[in-house]
């Protein structure tokens, strides 16, 4: 089974500090996702990463970054944390193909407040 | 531009009810896939299936199927005798050829409540 994993469950964090959000897979996916959960709005993509060290800007990534080291890990880095970042965060990779989507697979996700 | 809509924010029915949620999907692409997605009360995202554009056959899997019509960009996802662990928000899904296959854009989410 495809094993995606978070840091934390929740997080509560001030306004202003730095917060790292870590995801880490173990089904060797080429392909890691950051997306964050509002009620209303469903999920939006804030980055995405298709190799080591490559990373694509999604819908959303203004106040975002990421990095990607290793296959296995992509971390979700919010510089200067506001209040608008509160929501649920949540992780996903799969396989990286040409022709077609392979499923992806999600982490529990997040549960972010920033105070 | 892609987009997918989720009309029903909520649905509430009483086990052993039929119950459909209702996707509609917009595309220019002609190579597109389709998912739907679970997410109970534990917050993770649970796959349920997956449909690439040129199989239009209708799906079952135990209670629940799927009817993929393309004439009317529709996906629609029924759950038959409906059940208390059925409770969640289901999520519908669409990725494209254009975007090279690896983004999805979800809909709103239909949270569902089966009552006993």
């Known amino acids: 089974d495809v094993k995606v994993t978070q840091s934390s469950r929740y997080l509560v964090k001030r306004t202003g500090e730095k917060v790292f959000l870590e995801c880490v897979q173990d089904?060797?996916?080429?392909?890691m996702f950051w997306y964050r959960q509002d009620p209303g709005l469903g999920l939006r993509l804030i980055y995405f990463?298709?190799?080591?060290?490559?990373?694509e800007k999604g819908d959303i990534p203004e106040g975002y970054s990421v990095s990607r080291e290793k296959k296995e890990r992509f971390s979700l880095i919010l510089e200067s944390a506001s209040t608008n970042q509160t929501s649920m965060y949540l992780c996903?990779?799969?396989?990286?193909?040409?022709?077609?989507?392979?499923?992806?697979?999600f982490g529990p996700g997040t549960r972010l407040t920033v105070l | 531009a892609q987009k997918v809509t989720q009309a029903q924010t909520e649905i509430s029915v009483v086990e052993k009810e039929d119950v459909t949620l209702d996707c509609v999907y917009e595309?220019?692409?002609?190579?597109?896939?389709l998912f739907w997605y679970k997410q109970p009360p534990s917050g993770e995202l649970v796959f349920l299936i997956r449909?690439?554009?040129?199989?239009?056959q209708n799906e079952i899997s135990g209670r629940y199927s799927w009817n993929f019509q393309k004439s009317t960009s529709s996906f629609n996802f029924t759950i038959t005798a409906s059940q208390v662990v059925d409770s969640a928000v289901y999520f519908c899904?669409?990725?494209?050829?254009?975007?090279?296959?690896?983004?999805?854009?979800f809909g709103t989410g239909t949270r569902l409540l089966v009552s006993p």
């Open positions: 996903a990779s799969s396989v990286l193909t040409v022709v077609s989507t392979d499923t992806q697979y």
């Open positions: 595309t220019r692409d002609t190579t597109y896939y």
């Open positions: 449909r690439n554009s040129f199989d239009e």
């Open positions: 990463s298709y190799d080591v060290k490559m990373k």
């Open positions: 089904m060797d996916h080429e392909n």
């Open positions: 899904a669409l990725s494209e050829a254009n975007t090279g296959f690896q983004k999805l854009v």
